[in-house]
């Protein structure tokens, strides 16, 4: 039924957070998938050091889903400083090679870097390029953290979506969820806001830019469409088209409320079966070019 276009694994899920794995083995997420009734997922390779607990190599994804090409489809995460440091860095090269071998966007992007950063802007230009698509995360600061960093209001992303308009950005993190309602704090943006919601910059840049689509993973994307529900059902069917079903499954017991909270929308007829069959894979086999 599903299809998890944002997942983490490790062939050997390597040092532990808070003294548990923290990464899920791909038999474990089989595991899992077979429980929530997932069918297939997106592996994003964890290559940039401010995030992974373990670095991650393009080739170990490939692998994996080598191993289970039925439930698996690959990423490949390139770093923008890689090869050079350099701005003129030809990342393209790279990039190619991977989607050559299947991988199907790159991602998940978590270098400490801002968006207007010349090397984020040479990863951008050479995605488009190619023709991948981008997961990236946001952060609220530099330091300490990972994550693109945009300033309140995303004034960057905003920047981007404008200057690679053939790119398609997936966005993803607390700091871009808590930016679709409009009174998002700077005090709150990187956690999890509750309450109603009002129409803030997320739906502002979905309704404007065709290539700003809603990777709904982790705890901030359900957040986002479920804090207030009957806003969430509103954004769900106007932006039907381009937010993709994902869990962001890291450690083997990650919990994933939007499984629920989505099938109670259906069973409910809050939602028809057109607009969850779109958002729970049909999008998403679109975006990669998967045969539907």
């Not at 330091?143 to 790119?167: A, I, M, N, S």
């Not at 919990?255 to 894979?281: E, H, M």
Request: some cysteine.
């Amino acid at each position: 039924m599903f299809i998890d276009i944002h997942v983490h694994t490790r062939k050997i899920p390597g040092f532990p957070r808070a003294g548990k794995p923290a990464y899920a083995t791909p038999e474990q997420l089989i595991e899992r998938y077979e429980k929530i009734n997932v069918e297939r997922a997106a592996i994003l390779p964890g290559v940039n050091p401010e995030c992974s607990y373990s670095i991650q190599s393009n080739e170990e994804v490939l692998e994996i889903c080598g191993r289970y090409p039925d439930r698996f489809i690959p990423f490949c995460n390139i770093d923008p400083r890689q090869i050079t440091n350099s701005p003129q860095a030809p990342l393209d090269e790279i990039m190619q090679f991977y989607k050559d071998k299947g991988c199907k966007g790159i991602g998940e992007v978590c270098c400490n870097l801002e968006f207007s950063d010349p090397l984020v802007q040479n990863l951008f230009k050479n995605a488009e390029k190619i023709g991948f698509p981008i997961t990236f995360h946001i952060a609220g600061e530099i330091g300490g953290t990972y994550g693109l960093y945009d300033d309140p209001g995303l004034p960057q992303l905003e920047v981007c979506l404008q200057r690679f308009p053939q790119l398609v950005f997936l966005g993803h993190s607390q700091a871009f969820w808590s930016e679709i309602s409009s009174d998002v704090t700077p005090e709150i943006r990187t956690t999890y806001p509750k309450g109603p919601v009002k129409p803030g910059r997320v739906v502002e840049m979905m309704r404007k830019y065709s290539n700003l689509h809603g990777d709904l993973s982790a705890h901030s994307g359900y957040n986002a469409i479920s804090r207030d529900e009957s806003f969430g059902v509103e954004f769900l069917v106007e932006f039907q088209d381009k937010l993709h079903f994902g869990t962001d499954i890291c450690a083997p017991d990650t919990q994933t409320p939007i499984v629920d909270f989505l099938l109670n929308l259906l069973k409910n007829k809050k939602i028809d079966s057109t607009v969850f069959d779109k958002i729970a894979r049909k999008n998403t086999e679109k975006l990669f070019g998967l045969s539907i």
